[in-house]
């Protein structure tokens, strides 16, 4: 994950399994595509879902890198490359 990104995303949104942060997102856009609640709770809800993007994203972002290292080798077999996410 990059720098800038851990910095702006909440502790608890980078606990967060990348299918958990998705299923907070549908349920925040569903309430904000309804008009559920007040001016102040759905920009507050739209910071949220912001910040539960930016995770998923970064998430996808790992999880692409890592099946990039997977390669055949010159016998076909497959072989995997260590990754440091950090």
């Given at each position: ?6 910095q702006t995303i909440?502790a608890d949104v ?10 907070e997102?549908?349920?925040i856009?569903g309430?904000?595509e309804r008009?559920d609640?007040?001016l102040?709770d759905?920009i507050?809800?739209?910071?949220r879902?912001?910040?539960l993007k930016a995770h ?10 890592k099946?990039?290292?997977?390669s ?15």
């Open positions: 994950m990059a720098e800038n990104a851990t909440p980078q606990k967060m399994s990348f299918e958990e942060a998705l299923e997102l549908r349920h856009v309430a904000l008009g609640g007040k102040d759905a507050a809800s739209y910071q879902g912001a910040e998923c994203e970064s998430k996808l972002r790992d999880a692409q890198e099946v990039e290292k997977i055949l080798s010159p016998g076909g077999e497959i072989k995997t490359e260590a990754f440091d996410v950090g």
